[in-house]
């Protein structure tokens, strides 16, 4: 598989969300990332689906399921208003999530989180593997790729804009900067080692690295994804 190949999730953060909400949650707290969208012990998370077929949001709740066993959080879907994060199935329009409780100060009836390439006829790595990932983003995970403890990731940063800047991706310089390329105060952050296998990890070819380092497809939780989320969410 090669980059050119690849959807790559976009996982918004703070600067994404609307100026009057960011007023709002920066009078409340600053460096709104990790720390800050993690859900308090024991929260019911309310999700509702926008649209989808009946047979692909089943097949959604039975990934997210490995998740839910993990953590003292309550995955609840239900088509009930008010909800906490809601799903849509908008093709074309990527795949992307809010990280953890900023999905709270989305207003109904946006959504929260879209698969935008998931479809019926979606295999099951497929789809297990993005449930699994924009759901990590849902318990407030963010990228491993910007995760720099072990040493991080030797950015050939020229390979990652010009691939990115092409299909399927076609995001602009604000966007690969902001989805490759950010980086997070330790304050701001819990973290362990860079994780090579985590699903929370993009695929990352060769020849976006200087040092000849990549990284394959995760299609399922590794060990640290676990570990860590017990440890965030003790169970
Ligand atoms: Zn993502």
């Known amino acids: 598989m090669s980059a050119n190949e690849t959807h790559y999730c976009s996982c918004l953060t703070f600067e994404d969300l609307d100026p009057a909400v960011q007023k709002v949650l920066n009078s409340q707290v600053r460096g709104v990332l990790l720390k800050s969208a993690k859900w308090p012990d ?95 983003h849902l318990l407030g995970l963010t990228h491993e790729h910007f995760n720099v403890k072990g040493g991080g990731i030797e950015w050939n940063r020229d390979a990652v804009i010009r691939d990115l800047s092409g299909p399927p991706n076609n995001w602009d310089a604000d966007t690969i900067e902001h989805n490759m390329f950010q980086k997070f105060r330790d304050a701001e952050i819990y973290n362990t080692v860079m994780d090579r296998e985590s699903i929370m990890m993009y695929p990352i070819p060769a020849a976006w690295t200087l040092n000849g380092m990549s990284i394959g497809f995760n299609s399922v939780l590794s060990e640290q994804d676990k570990k860590f989320v017990q440890t965030m969410y003790h169970n």
């Not at 077929?53 to 839910?68: F, G, S, T, Y």
């Not at 908008?90 to 809010?98: C, R, V």
């Open 42 to 136: 024991r929260s019911v998370i309310r999700i509702r689906f926008l649209d989808g077929d009946p047979a692909l949001q089943q097949r959604v709740r039975k990934a997210a399921n490995e998740w839910d066993k993990l953590v003292n959080l309550t995955f609840s879907f239900d088509q009930r208003r008010p909800s906490d994060a809601r799903i849509a199935f908008q093709q074309g329009k990527g795949s992307w999530s809010y990280l953890g409780t900023m999905c709270k100060s989305i207003p109904e009836p946006q959504p929260t989180m879209n698969f935008g390439w998931l479809t019926n006829e979606s295999s099951d790595e497929e789809v297990r593997s993005v449930v699994l990932h924009e759901f990590g």
